[in-house]
């Protein structure tokens, strides 16, 4: 299957919820390439972007699964690898 590079944009609104992110990228930390994490103290948010290289449906899954986590929000973007 090929793979995809892509980048997974998280906003978390709600800190109690930080734990099952971390759980969920941890799930999926063989396909992790890198991480930047940023906590926005004055707007109350956490913002993470994670870099993958997944099959097109592994990525899909992972951040519809962050995605239907409440007080996060989740959006992948995606490219082919050569």
Request: proline share 2%; charged share 15%; glycine share 8%.
């Given at each position: 299957?090929?793979?995809?590079?892509?980048?997974?944009?998280?906003?978390?609104?709600?800190?109690?919820?930080?734990?099952?992110?971390?759980?969920?990228?941890?799930?999926?930390?063989?396909?992790?390439?890198?991480?930047?994490?940023?906590?926005?103290?004055?707007?109350?948010?956490?913002?993470?972007?994670?870099?993958v290289?997944?099959?097109?449906?592994?990525?899909?899954?992972?951040?519809?699964?962050?995605?239907?986590?409440?007080?996060?929000?989740?959006?992948?973007?995606q490219?082919?690898?050569?």
């Amino acid at each position: 299957m090929e793979e995809k590079v892509a980048i997974i944009g998280i906003f978390i609104k709600d800190n109690s919820k930080a734990s099952q992110v971390n759980d969920l990228l941890h799930e999926y930390s063989t396909y992790v390439v890198g991480r930047l994490g940023i906590p926005y103290k004055e707007k109350n948010i956490n913002i993470i972007s994670v870099i993958v290289c997944a099959p097109a449906n592994t990525i899909s899954t992972l951040s519809g699964k962050l995605g239907n986590i409440s007080g996060v929000t989740a959006k992948a973007m995606q490219t082919v690898t050569q």
